[in-house]
């Protein structure tokens, strides 16, 4: 608009400067023709015929702007652009991916092809190993009595391990003892020459167990668990010093008394149930406190389980240790008509 405007301000200057020669010229033609008309007779004025003005250009007109639905049209062009862009990168990637799948799988193809390879290997060498054993197996049967005696040995030499772990762990002979005979027993049935140097050695082992005396520990442990109920029914150090027995009177301690005399001896007795004057030749013992009481029960009662673990794991020195602490606290502390 302004370019066009800017192009008709020339046209508008032209039009000022031909009215402006036009008006010139009519004013030169006036002077003349009134100087002729002073010379000349007066005529009739002349009007001058007006200029031509040209007629103005017209303006061009302004252009309409984009419609809104052009601008929404070029929006969703270049949107489909954009998504067409994108579906086409995310194609490629499927593609890449799909790629690499198709490589991985041809990847484990290999690895099976491989481990079924190395199987039948395998298969391969457990048919010859069995086809080996087979032979073996064959040739120990041919053998006279072979079988047998191998079967015999093996399990001799586990009753020898049994016995050893219930002698050393177990603590019990009697049973290694048995299980010692049924060793010689199986080793008797081999009929076999060389295995008499091991007969010899269990048969000492035999006699030595047998000269070591059984100890019933079964019994022994229910012998302590009795001692352990009637420690709560024992009587212990008394609360209260014993009576003494009065000592009777004799007849020559009788003698007759005057009334003061008798006064004396009837407020003496009085006192005498209230104040009592003991002679005794050992110390009287202190009697005991509900704490301590229950206290001296309780480790009795740990005393006895003490004594009870020693004697079944063979501790003799813990469990002597543990009788002898019990009797001591008996001695001293119940009394000798229940001890």
């Known amino acids: ?41 007066a005529k009739a004025p002349i009007t001058p015929a007006p200029p031509k003005v040209p007629a103005p250009s017209k303006a061009p007109k302004p252009k309409k702007p984009l419609s809104l639905l052009a ?64 032979h073996t197996s064959q040739r120990l049967a041919q053998l006279p009595g072979a079988d047998t005696d191998d079967w015999l040995i093996a399990e001799a030499e586990y009753l020898l391990r049994l016995a050893n772990q219930r002698l050393n762990l177990e603590k019990d002979g009697q049973g290694a003892h048995d299980i010692l005979k049924a060793a010689d027993a199986i080793l008797a049935e081999t009929r076999n020459p060389q295995l008499d140097g091991i007969r010899g050695i269990l048969a000492k082992e035999i006699v030595n167990l047998r000269a070591v005396p059984a100890i019933d520990i079964t019994g022994a442990v229910s012998r302590i668990q009795a001692v352990q109920e009637q420690i709560t029914q024992l009587e212990w150090m008394p609360r209260t010093l014993p009576e003494q027995t009065p000592i009777a009177e004799t007849s020559d301690d009788k003698v007759e008394l005057n009334a003061w005399d008798k006064f004396l001896a009837k ?22 406190t509900p704490d301590q009481h229950y206290y001296l029960q309780q480790n009795m009662q740990l005393m006895l389980e003490q004594a009870q673990v020693a004697l079944v794991r063979q501790q003799a020195d813990l469990y002597l240790h543990s009788i002898n602490r019990t009797q001591a606290w008996l001695s001293e502390f119940v009394r000798s008509e229940t001890a």
């Open 1 to 41: 608009m302004t370019e066009q405007l800017d192009a008709d301000q020339p046209k508008n200057e032209n039009v000022d400067t031909n009215v402006e020669t036009s008006a010139k010229n009519s004013t030169e033609s006036n002077s003349e023709n009134s100087a002729e008309a002073k010379k000349e007779p």
């Open 71 to 134: 601008v929404l049209a070029l929006i969703l062009v270049s949107l489909a652009f954009i998504a067409i862009a994108g579906l086409s990168w995310k194609g490629v990637e499927l593609i890449q991916q799909l790629s690499n799948i198709e490589l991985q799988l041809q990847k484990s193809e290999q690895g099976k092809a491989a481990v079924s390879k190395n199987l039948n290997q395998l298969q391969q060498q457990i048919n010859t190993q069995t086809k080996q054993q087979q």
């Open 267 to 288: 407020a003496w007795k009085g006192l005498g149930k209230i104040v009592r004057i003991r002679d005794n030749d050992k110390a009287l013992p202190a009697p005991l």
